[in-house]
């Protein structure tokens, strides 16, 4: 069976194998819909994610005077007309930047393949560039790989039409069939793989639409003039007080310091059963589409605690969203439409029992249940949009998950409560949201009360710290501490990535790791599958972007996960207080390209050499003997190579300087003639072809307002190589190396120098927020730092 849902309504369809790729009218708006060709749901592993985070300006950086004359005369000349350049179907994967940056910069590999053969070619289903149809319209569409460059916000509106809103997700999906089509009679592996890098793309871009149908669904919604449920319980933030909104978690566990966990992962759904909240518990189910066949794990007994086999009726249409688990491992609950009825419905089930506890109506006829979760261990919360007939109204709802018994109901605003950006706190008795005006929306689960509105700007801004004053503050995370004491929100602004901590007990925010760059661009290479920010579950720090392990005390990275090789997505880790829980086999491909097949997924845990990390601590805070320490003299040296445009002088300055606020930020002292230098070796070639599309009236044919012009614009990739050297010794003692292809651009003048521009200013940003060690002993028994930890593969 195929699940898929309405593109203007989002109404959830099963159909049978044979529809795929036929046209079907929806039952509910009447809009008519493709269904999914098998091809689609192999694409659905690699992005789970909705593709709506805000776009980031380019990093603010000091300037030479040439430089700065060179900007002014360039802006003098430019016009308004916002230009975008997108590439269509093009995902850079780990192994062929690897090999891609081999090229560049020749090492002992005589089989390495020329960089300007790699950069060169254009996958597509038969060679051909991507159509205008796939440009994104702003950088919110970008996937985890994505190199993002300063993107402005897109507030176009969408028209109420849904033939209107449709018709570009329609010639998306079109061309997600000649793909599909394609991917049936092609046999070489390298078309396959290039194939389906460009269905990647395209999907990228049907959710970055779906996303915005989702934004003009509230939009109506405002547009109706519904009101808010108004309670007497709804306190005003500028005169109430802080109450307490601590909520400690429900289980605690003991976890073992010797683990053996070994969990067959073959035939097994990539959709995880996590909790919202840490959890010993975790569920997995198999592929069976015809039943929701699922067992429960006692992560921290290693022992199965429970198995469920839900049959699934052929009258339903299973909701998209995953089975719910309840933290304490013992409730499973999920969504449906009855087909006769367009009724949505909720069930619950007791894993102890394997017997199903209840099921409910959980609005009227062709309401839609937009999102659902457990809270605590009693209670059902769920989102829902229903019709009426000025447009829609947003409803939050709680049922008690044994008896299905409604308890509340309250309706909000449409701008209140995100779908995308919400929590649940471990306890279950809060929920905070995080809207797109920067502001944080606390909820009183058992009343559906909005306890406080937070200003996140205003809140920041009191901490008094520097970077608590910048006007502009992109989403990147959120998430409880494991004890429910803290809210975490990580945020990207104008030339930075930090992390604030909010205590829940007095309201207060405090500073937790600011690092200068993009930390979100230097960590994407591959990109990763789960959540960007999380507590590592004793509270003594985060892990970043699945990369990067911040020590909360410290406010420094202690150790770093290296991405297993050739992986096109990295998959999720999962924490636990002793280790890390990590897939096996996640490569698709090897080194020269080749499936790899007969794998045997396991699901293992990886210890944190903690002993060895604290030694190294030690050595490093006691400025120990060491060849790289704290506070240490070291120089810089910039090579460049080839370049598209540009002076070779001004470059290397611009390098230079970049490097040395990013070594300072390390507490090192740049210096000339040191023994100890940080070598920059970087070039540019020919990058990804973009099609243009120009920006203008939105229309009832085109929502966004974007028009093709039939022309191509050649970008420019840049390789960098990074490399500590000791020139006493001439040996190298670390180095890291990668690629920046942008897939698109958003540009003033469409021209192939200031695309090189744009890249070279989001090469600059993200060089800030590399990894690059800052301790590296003379001992050999000590390691350096931060410490790279090594995942199975």
């Known amino acids: 069976m195929i699940n898929f849902e309405c593109e203007s309504c989002f109404q959830e369809y099963k159909v049978r194998d044979e529809r795929a790729g036929q046209t079907l009218k929806c039952k509910s708006c009447g809009s008519k819909m493709r269904v999914p060709d098998g091809n689609d749901d192999l694409l659905e592993d690699f992005y789970e994610e909705d593709f709506e985070s805000p776009v980031r300006p380019t990093r603010k950086k000091k300037t030479s005077a ?59 289903a038969a ?79 049907i959710k970055l639409i779906t996303g915005k149908q989702k934004e003009e ?54 959709h995880r059963l996590i909790p919202n909240s840490f959890s010993p518990f975790m569920g997995f189910r198999d592929r069976n589409r015809n039943f929701f066949n699922v067992e429960i794990w006692n992560l921290a007994t290693e022992k199965k605690t429970g198995q469920l086999s839900i049959p699934l009726d052929k009258g339903w249409r299973i ?41 409910w109506e959980v609005g009227p006829v062709d309401s839609i249940l937009s999102k659902y979760e457990i809270c605590g261990s009693d209670l059902a919360f769920a989102k829902m949009l229903s019709k009426e007939a000025s447009g829609f109204k947003t409803m939050l709802k709680v049922w008690n998950i044994t008896s299905g018994e409604l308890i509340k109901e309250r309706e909000v605003k449409y701008n209140e409560f995100s779908d995308l950006y919400f929590r649940i706190s471990p306890g279950g008795n809060y ?43 992109i989403y990147n995370g959120m998430n409880f501490s494991a004890d429910g004491k803290e809210l975490g929100l990580l945020l ?4 930075s990535t930090t992390l604030w901590t909010l205590d829940l007990a007095n309201g207060q925010a405090a500073l937790g790791y600011h690092v200068t760059g ?138 230079a300087e970049v490097m040395q606020q990013r070594l300072e930020s390390d507490t090192f002292k740049v210096a000339p003639d040191q023994p100890v230098v940080l070598k920059i070796e970087y070039q540019e070639q020919d990058g990804n072809k973009l099609q243009m599309t120009k920006r203008g009236r939105p229309g009832s044919g085109n929502p966004l307002g974007q028009t093709p012009t039939g022309e191509t614009l050649q970008a ?17 003692l670390w180095s890291t190396q990668a690629l920046v292809n942008p897939r698109f651009l958003i540009l003033r003048n469409a021209t192939a120098e200031e695309a090189r521009t744009k890249m070279f200013e989001g090469l600059q940003n993200r060089l800030m927020a590399e990894s690059i060690p800052y301790f590296i002993p003379r001992d050999k028994k000590l390691s350096s730092l931060p410490l790279e930890i090594d995942l199975p593969d």
């Open 66 to 124: 040439r430089t700065s004359k060179k900007k002014k005369s360039a802006e003098s000349g430019s016009n308004l007309v916002g230009i975008i350049a997108g590439v269509g179907a093009f995902v850079v994967a780990f192994f062929i930047s690897y090999t891609v940056v081999k090229g560049l910069f020749p090492g002992n590999d005589k089989q390495d393949q020329p960089a300007d053969a790699v950069a060169e070619q254009q996958p597509g």
């Open 127 to 205: 060679g051909e560039e991507a159509p205008a149809e796939t440009v994104a319209s702003n950088a919110t569409a970008t996937s985890p790989q994505t190199s993002t460059v300063d993107a402005p916000v897109d507030t176009t509106p969408i028209p109420a039409d849904p033939q209107a809103r449709t018709e570009e997700l329609n010639r998306l999906r079109k061309q997600m069939t000649a793909y599909s089509e394609t991917m049936k009679t092609t046999t070489e592996a390298s078309e396959r793989e290039a194939i389906v890098e460009k269905m990647k793309t395209t999907l990228a871009r």
């Open 217 to 270: 669904v509230a939009a109506v919604q405002k547009k109706s003039g519904s009101k808010p449920e108004k309670t007497a319980s709804t306190p005003k933030q500028a005169n109430h007080p802080w109450s307490s909104l601590v909520d400690p978690p429900l289980v605690v566990a003991d976890w073992s310091d010797t683990p053996k966990l070994s969990i067959d992962l073959r035939n097994i759904d990539s």
């Open 319 to 359: 909701l998209s969203e995953r089975i719910k688990l309840s933290t304490d491992g013992k409730t499973m609950l999920f969504g449906y439409v009855i087909r006769d009825s367009k009724t949505p419905k909720m069930e619950s089930w007791s894993v102890e029992t394997g017997q199903k506890l209840a099921d």
């Open 431 to 473: 929920l905070i949201s995080y809207d797109s005006s920067n502001k944080l929306h606390i909820y009183d689960l058992r009343t559906l009360d909005l306890l406080r509105e937070v200003d996140v700007k205003q809140l920041l801004s009191a901490t008094g710290s520097e970077y608590g004053k910048d006007p502009y503050y």
């Open 492 to 495: 990207m602004s104008s030339d």
């Open 518 to 655: 993009n930390l979100s661009e230097a960590t994407r290479d591959p990109g990763y599958s789960g959540e960007d920010m999380v507590w590592f579950p004793d509270g003594r720090g985060w892990l970043l972007y699945g990369a990067w392990f911040i020590d909360r005390k410290l406010q420094q990275v202690l150790w770093t996960l290296k991405p297993v090789p050739y992986v096109i997505i990295r998959s999720e880790i999962y924490l636990t207080p002793r280790y890390l829980l990590a897939e096996t086999a996640t490569a698709l491909r090897d080194a020269k390209g080749r499936a790899l097949l007969n794998r045997k997924p396991k699901l293992v845990p990886v210890k944190i050499p903690e002993q060895k990390i604290a030694d190294s601590l030690a050595a490093y805070q006691s400025q120990s003997d060491s060849t790289l320490g704290v506070g240490q003299e070291v120089s810089i040296d910039v090579s460049v190579g080839n370049l598209k445009f540009g002076d070779q002088d001004e470059v290397k300055s611009v390098l």
């Open 716 to 732: 420019t990739a840049a390789a960098f190589k990074l490399s500590w050297v000791d020139t006493t010794s001439k040996r190298t």
